[in-house]
């Protein structure tokens, strides 16, 4: 009996939808707004001098990779502690810790130039920028246990374990290295001011940073999700895919079928 | 089976297969040793390395606890060991005790050893005053590092193409102990610092040992049940 | 005015990478879409 079933797959379609691509849009205004205002219309500090205009990259930077990094801990809870272990809340962890780890290394190289200009030096060993560094690191590891190999529920049980172990340890080497700097007062004489002033433009710029990364943060998770799922559903799919190919190209004096004609096997999306 | 029976049978067997295979004994003490020569070489100031020494002690530490952990979790895929307790019903925060209960009798004997070492390369000295200070700190880092050493290694150790990932997961994690211990050691041995100023860094130790204790009763079974 | 140099390079890096990650992001996800039929996607 001929295997009747066979699934038609259609080409050209990606992961962005009409909201998507609004989204994208209003990313890319808010992009060459914060150029502009950051760059251009926005006044110099006091202090700072134009230095301050890179501030407007890396504070931005920073809540967002420390909000994804938030967003990535809730996600594996929620899928450790809810009763149907929904794969969506792991794919949501991992594309936000990998975005997390792009806006952290944006934050510390931007972070450096910063330090240069202002302080003279490419890294202070202080407390937040150590913490920092270390943050990195760990969701280096992360996304490295990620890509163990195995299934996906695999992965999703011991990434999720992971990410909630780094929650616990996060505090503790903040608090360490805290307690460290605390022994050595850095003397204030040697740094100029870190402190900056805001005026109403300067904040307006500021939050206008804020606003923008909040876009790209979006926009970049809700791709890399669909990413993840369309990759793990490849990974179920993908062999019945492939024998049904397999099978079509066995019989050989069959004609070619019309799409129309072709039935569609259903496939179910996995909860 | 009572749970504690079964931690204290598990950490004997782990202590027993050591005891017969002297692997730690050695390699990975000699290897912490060479270390300790090493920094010898590329430091090469006297006055410099005795202040440091507790720092140095406790880095050459860190690199023995990455071997100690491959070997714990190597001989628990060798025949599927680690499976079959679990298969057997073992309860994996008994397996998890029992295993760092091992791993922080070698630890406890290696760190013995890199402070002797201390001691006769870098002219380190121990005061009587801080003595007290020494041994709570050696207990405390010792199961610290074992109980994170076997949770971490639970995920990362033993299985084929997971060695590598060890060292990156497992060396963030354990530097408040780094911070902690060396702080610690540096007023015990008189190399910073007064004794009394070295208590406080031996608490953050105690914190972060009863925090990742109890983590990790909780973690290793998920961590090891794939 | 060598401070020049350094912002605008903050600027380049950061969003050249986030513009760099996007386009790999996009990539692979046509590659993943391109085997799937529409009606297994949830956001189709």
């Known amino acids: 009996m001929a295997e009747t079933s066979t699934v038609r797959t259609v080409t050209g379609r990606t992961t962005s939808t009409p909201h998507t691509r609004v989204l994208g849009l209003v990313t890319l205004v ?28 890396h504070a931005p930077a920073a809540w967002l990779a420390y909000l994804a990094f938030v967003v990535t ?39 450096m130039l910063w330090g240069r200009l202002t302080w003279g030096v490419f890294w202070r060993w202080d407390a937040r920028l150590t913490t920092t560094a270390f943050l990195f690191v760990t969701y280096i590891g992360y996304l490295a246990v990620r890509r163990l190999g195995g299934t996906a529920e695999q992965r999703a049980q011991r990434s999720a374990v992971l990410a909630l172990l780094a929650v616990l340890e996060i505090p503790l080497v903040h608090f360490s290295v805290k307690l460290w700097r605390g022994l050595h007062q850095d003397a204030t004489v040697l740094r100029p001011n870190g402190d900056v002033k805001l005026d109403n433009l300067m904040l307006f710029t500021l939050l206008s940073g804020i606003v923008t990364f909040t876009l790209m943060y979006v926009w970049l998770v809700i791709h890399r999700q669909r990413t993840l799922t369309a990759e793990d559903l490849l990974d179920d799919v993908g062999l019945e895919l492939a024998l049904a190919e397999r099978r079509r190209e066995s019989i050989p004096s069959r004609p070619p079928v019309p799409q129309a004609e072709v039935p569609i096997t259903e496939v179910k999306v996995p909860s | 089976m009572t749970w504690r029976r079964t931690a204290w049978l598990i950490a004997r067997r782990d202590l027993l297969v050591e005891w017969r295979s002297r692997i730690a004994l050695n390699q990975v003490f000699p290897f912490a040793g060479i270390v300790m020569v090493m920094f010898g070489f590329a430091i090469d100031d006297t006055s410099l390395m005795e202040r440091i020494a507790p720092g140095l002690v406790m880095l050459a530490t860190m690199f023995a606890l990455l071997v100690l952990v491959q070997r714990s979790f190597a001989v628990e895929s060798e025949d599927g060991a680690l499976d079959a307790l679990r298969t057997a019903g073992v309860s994996s925060s008994a397996l998890f005790w029992g295993k760092s209960l091992a791993m922080a009798v070698q630890l406890a004997a290696l760190e013995a050893l890199l402070v002797l070492l201390a001691v006769l390369l870098y002219g380190s000295t121990v005061r009587a005053s801080g003595v007290a200070l020494l041994l709570a700190t050696w207990l405390v880092t010792s199961w610290g590092l074992a109980t994170v050493g076997t949770l971490y290694g639970g995920l990362a150790a033993g299985a084929r193409g997971r060695e590598t990932l060890l060292p990156l997961l497992l060396l963030p994690v354990v530097a408040p102990v780094l911070i902690g211990a060396t702080r610690a050691v540096e007023a015990a041995l008189g190399a910073r610092g007064s004794v009394a100023d070295g208590w406080p860094w031996m608490g953050l130790v105690a914190v972060f040992a009863a925090v990742f204790c109890a983590g990790g009763t909780l973690a290793f079974g998920p961590l090891i049940d794939e | 005015m060598e401070d020049a140099g350094f912002i605008v390079s903050s600027y380049v890096v950061t969003f050249g990478g986030v513009v760099l990650y996007a386009w790999y992001v996009l990539r692979r996800g046509k590659k993943a879409t391109d085997h799937l039929p529409d009606d297994s996607k949830p956001w189709v």
């Open chain 1, 30 to 57: 808010g992009v060459a707004w914060l150029v502009l205002f950051g760059l251009v219309l926005s006044p110099a500090d006091q202090n700072q001098g134009e230095s301050v205009r890179i501030l407007y990259l």
């Open chain 1, 73 to 111: 801990a809730a996600a594996s809870a929620l899928f450790l502690f809810t009763k149907r272990h929904s794969l969506g809340w792991d794919r949501l962890a991992g594309a936000s810790a990998e975005i997390g780890v792009l806006f952290m290394a944006i934050t510390l190289v931007v972070g």
